[in-house]
C-alpha cells in the first residue's frame, strides 16, 4: 500500500505476546520521496525474524527498559548505521489497551541511504554491489518482474476487468504480483539504486542503449 506524504521516516509497529514475553511485528511505513509505503504482517513474525540483528538488539533492549502501561522515550541523538543506510533520530513509545494488549512503535525521524537495508528479507541483496558489467541484465530482470506484470493488469482493466474473457487472466496476474510482492519490492529499490548508478558511474548511455528495447516488450495476450 503506497500513499502521498513528504516526510522521510521509518516505523514500525509491535505486539507483546505475554506468555512468551516475545515482541511480534504488525506493520512496517516507510516514507520516502513524497510516497508513503506500507508493509503488513498478517502473521506477526517475531520482531528478530525481521529486522536486522543490530537494529533488532537495540529496539528490544530500549523496550526491555519501558513501563509496558505507557512511556515514550526520545533519542534525538541516537544513529544506526549500516551498509547502505543510516537511521536517525529513534522514538519508541509503548501502550497497553484492553482490546489489543500489550503494544509498542518505534520510528526514526529521518533516514539517508536504502531503508529495506534494515529487513532481513532485502538487506542481503540491496547490501551488495552490482559490477558495471551486470547492471543491464538486473536492469531487465527489473522490467521484467515489475513492469510488466503491472502492465498486465492494466491491460485487462481497461479490457473491462471483469468481463468472462479478461477475469480468469486479471486474477492470474495480480495473483502472481501478490505472490512475488517481496521480489517486486526489491526490484523496485534495484532499479532506483541502478538509477543513482548511472548518474555517478557515467553509465547512463549503457543503459538506455541496451534496456530500453527491453521496455518494448508487448504486454502478453489476454
Not at 516526510?7 to 512468551?20: H, P, Q, R, V
Not at 537511521?87 to 541511504?113: C, P, Y
Not at 531503508?115 to 521484467?144: F, H, K, M, N, S
Not at 541502478?194 to 502478453?220: C, F, H, N, Y
Request: with cysteine; charged share 20%; glycine share 4%.
Amino acid at each position: 500500500m503506497t500513499a502521498q506524504t513528504d516526510s522521510y521516516k521509518f516505523a514500525a509497529y509491535l505486539g507483546l505476546d505475554e506468555e512468551t514475553n516475545q515482541w511480534h511485528l504488525r506493520s512496517i511505513d516507510i516514507s520516502e520521496g513524497g510516497i508513503l509505503h506500507t508493509i503488513t504482517y498478517p502473521d506477526l513474525p517475531l520482531l528478530r525474524s525481521v529486522l536486522i540483528d543490530s537494529l533488532c538488539d537495540d529496539i528490544l533492549s530500549q523496550l526491555s527498559e519501558m513501563n509496558r502501561s505507557g512511556e515514550m522515550i526520545s533519542k534525538s541523538d541516537y544513529v544506526l548505521e549500516v551498509a547502505g543506510a543510516q537511521f536517525q533520530k529513534l522514538r519508541v513509545h509503548t501502550n497497553f489497551s484492553i482490546a489489543r494488549g500489550v503494544e509498542a512503535s518505534f520510528w526514526f525521524a529521518s533516514f539517508t541511504g536504502q531503508p529495506l537495508l534494515a529487513l532481513r528479507q532485502y538487506a542481503e541483496d540491496l547490501a551488495t554491489q552490482i559490477a558495471p558489467d551486470q547492471l543491464t541484465e538486473v536492469a531487465v530482470q527489473a522490467i521484467d518482474r515489475v513492469v510488466l506484470p503491472a502492465l498486465n493488469v492494466v491491460a485487462a482493466v481497461r479490457s473491462g476487468l471483469r468481463t468472462p474473457d479478461t477475469i480468469g487472466a486479471f486474477e492470474d496476474h495480480t495473483g502472481r504480483l501478490v505472490q512475488e510482492a517481496d521480489t517486486l519490492i526489491k526490484y523496485a529499490e534495484l532499479v532506483k539504486w541502478l538509477l543513482v548508478s548511472a548518474e555517478t558511474a557515467d553509465i547512463s548511455q549503457v543503459l538506455l542503449g541496451q534496456v530500453a528495447p527491453a521496455e518494448q516488450r508487448a504486454v502478453s495476450a489476454f
